[in-house]
């Protein structure tokens, strides 16, 4: 298992610096962290919040770190919590303190790697794209601006995962108003959905963009 030098560096802190080296506590820390890790609501940083109270908040903050790539990478390899006996054997972990940590870890190990089949951490890949051509006649500010309004539909797929649609509709009034090029990485979601609606020199001004990217990929497709 890979563990980082900054997560080495923690679980050093962890298992070397009072109170921290206490079996006790790092048993509720370790929970307080696996608690971040899987909780869907607040409970996790509830706990987060009232353990500040009591340790000191940037020591805390460097051991639940540590912990968290410890307790992930762990339940990437899925191999419960003997997974990291030797990283932090290697740390200088009693017994207890091993025990302390691992009672945790293997209590919630399940949830870790549920947590970890529904997260992303890809770029949708874009699929299609549809656009039709609309004919604005007025606007609530404007009683007639008989201009062309551009609707873009942007496609995007992932591999796995994702659950929410997304839907953004911008329709900016103002012919002579230019706008930043939407970020379909940000915006689009699983079920790939991304609308949009802009004028000529909104649209004009995505298609330059697009045309200046298509070009930094060619040169730097030369470079190599």
């Not at 930043?180 to 802009?198: Q, R």
Request: proline content about 2%; charged content about 30%; aromatic content about 4%.
């Amino acid at each position: 298992m890979n563990v980082s030098d900054e997560t080495v560096a923690g679980l050093s802190l962890a298992l070397s610096t009072s109170p921290f080296d206490a079996p006790k506590t790092l048993r509720v820390v370790s929970d307080v962290t696996l608690e971040l890790l899987c909780a869907d609501d607040e409970s996790g940083q509830d706990a987060m919040d009232a353990l500040s109270a009591k340790l000191d908040k940037v020591q805390l903050k460097q051991v639940v770190a540590a912990l968290s790539c410890l307790f992930v990478e762990a339940a990437k390899v899925g191999g419960g919590s003997a997974t990291f006996r030797r990283a932090l054997d290697e740390s200088g972990a009693s017994g207890e303190q091993f025990s302390a940590i691992a009672a945790s870890f293997d209590a919630r190990c399940d949830d870790v790697r549920r947590v970890l089949a529904r997260t992303e951490f890809g770029f949708a890949a874009l699929d299609d794209v549809d656009w039709r051509l609309d004919y604005q006649m007025k606007s609530d500010s404007v009683a007639r601006t008989n201009e062309p309004v551009f609707v873009v539909r942007l496609h995007a797929r992932r591999d796995a995962g994702g659950a929410r649609a997304l839907r953004i509709v911008r329709r900016i009034d103002g012919a002579d108003s230019v706008a930043p090029a939407p970020s379909i990485d940000t915006l689009a979601t699983a079920e790939g959905v991304l609308e949009f609606a802009c004028t000529r020199l909104e649209l004009q001004d995505l298609v330059s963009k697009l045309k200046d990217a298509c070009k930094q990929v060619e040169r730097s497709a030369a470079d190599q």
